[in-house]
């Protein structure tokens, strides 16, 4: 199960603590074993330790990981260690100030920070999201490669996919990732194939592993797909890819549904799954 959260002030339709914690609890009474809380940037919630602390606290869980950018990581990675978060992966598109502000807005030195508070602090792995696009970071791959053996991070190239983004900005932005692939199959010492992840592939280098992100819209995937999301106002989303199959759950919890009547909500949304690919 993977969780979102949007970089907006806490409103009333978005969810509490204790109301995430609550949605887990019966996930997980429905043999779903690991969460993910993603975003927009699940930092910015300035309950996310208590959050954490909670999902933790439940039992029958096996995994807590997170996707970050990174930012607001480095003073708050102990304590999220701490209370129970296992795994994170930083998004790092690229290593060059000038342009990793003018990508995000953001400075890379916090982000650097982040990822050497990540690893201090124990999460493993740790993981560095590059997307690729063209003309803007498709250099960077031998200095990024270099970035992840010196830091003991896994680096995780990802291809982009024409999903949410106009036509112009994918034909203008899209790299494929054959050629990095060549470059990473001569050096690998080991290469494996996660069966149910689009057969992504992982390579192991001497020194540094990488994993190779394809993109997801395929009938293969979506045919192996069993993850569930919850959006950050309280709505259960079968598939990423899609909007108009969302279910409400958290009016009927703010209305009294008891635990019963939560578990038949997560069944229904089951469901209700189509996959977006088909053929």
């Known amino acids: 199960m993977e969780g979102e959260q949007k970089p907006s002030g806490i409103t009333s339709r978005e969810m509490t603590a204790e109301e995430i914690v609550r949605i887990v609890r019966i996930a997980v009474g429905l043999e779903i074993t690991k969460v993910k809380l993603t975003g927009g940037e699940p930092l910015i919630r ?6 954490i602390e909670g999902i933790a606290s439940v039992p029958g869980l096996a995994d807590i990981s997170m996707t970050t950018n990174g930012a607001l990581l480095a003073p708050l990675a102990n304590e999220l260690r701490a209370n129970g978060l296992k795994r994170v992966n930083i998004s790092l598109p690229t290593l060059n100030p000038e342009k990793y502000e003018e990508l995000t807005g953001g400075k890379v030195e916090d982000v650097l920070k982040g990822i050497k508070a990540a690893v201090e602090a124990g999460f493993n792995p740790v993981k560095l999201n590059v997307l690729i696009l063209k003309c803007v970071n498709e250099y ?4 990024m490669l270099d970035f992840a053996r010196k830091t003991g991070t896994i680096l995780q190239l990802i291809e982009l996919e024409p999903v949410n983004i106009s036509d112009t900005y994918y034909v203008t932005n899209h790299k494929a990732l054959d050629e990095y692939e060549s470059i990473l199959k001569q050096k690998a010492v080991k290469v494996e194939t996660r069966q ?9 280098l001497p020194d540094v592993k990488v994993e190779v992100i394809h993109p997801t819209e395929n009938a293969e995937f979506c045919m192996h ?3 569930l999301r919850v959006t950050s106002d309280g ?14 759950i958290l009016s009927p919890m703010r209305n009294g549904a008891n635990d019963h009547q939560l578990t038949e909500l997560f069944k229904l949304a089951n469901q209700m799954r189509q996959p977006y690919n088909k053929n």
């Open 235 to 248: 709505k259960l989303k079968t598939c990423l890819m899609k909007n108009d199959n969302l279910l409400d």
């Open 225 to 227: 797909c069993t993850r």
């Open 196 to 204: 149910f992840m689009q057969n992504r592939r992982i390579y192991y």
């Open 140 to 143: 960077d791959f031998l200095q």
């Open 46 to 51: 300035k309950d996310i330790l208590d959050i």
